[in-house]
């Protein structure tokens, strides 16, 4: 069973930057995509920035050039960079992780608890 552990979330005021770090564990797993999505208030959740294991990084058109993302192998761990926040940036960010299982010979998709980043004007 895949765990992901998320943190960093937090209140900042419109400018200002946050990092969040999202670490996976457990099982006998190779991990392929990692990434963050993100759902505000009223919204559907959204695709924030994704990195496949070895390609490029691919980003929602409203965080280009704010946000970073990036991922450490060796601890399977990814990260979200955000700087120049804006109060439209306001929502619960999720850890998305792609992995095979090797135990159960399958692929799946795993998802972190939530973290709130709240931006105020």
């Known amino acids: 069973q895949v765990q992901l552990v998320e943190s960093g979330g937090g209140s900042v005021q419109a400018g200002g930057s946050l990092r969040l770090s999202c670490a996976a564990s457990?099982?006998?797993?190779?991990?392929?995509?990692m990434g963050w999505f993100r759902q505000g208030p009223g919204q559907q959740r959204e695709l924030v920035a994704t990195i496949p294991s070895g390609g490029s990084t691919n980003y929602a058109d409203s965080v280009k050039g704010r946000f970073t993302i990036s991922r450490d192998y060796a601890k399977n761990t990814v990260y979200l960079q955000m700087d120049s926040l804006k109060p439209e940036d306001t929502a619960v960010y999720y850890c998305?992780?792609?992995?095979?299982?090797?135990?159960?010979?399958?692929?799946?998709?795993?998802w972190g608890q939530g973290t709130q980043v709240t931006v105020s004007s």
């Open positions: 998305n992780v792609g992995a095979f299982d090797y135990s159960k010979r399958t692929s799946a998709d795993y």
């Open positions: 457990g099982g006998f797993i190779y991990i392929n995509t």
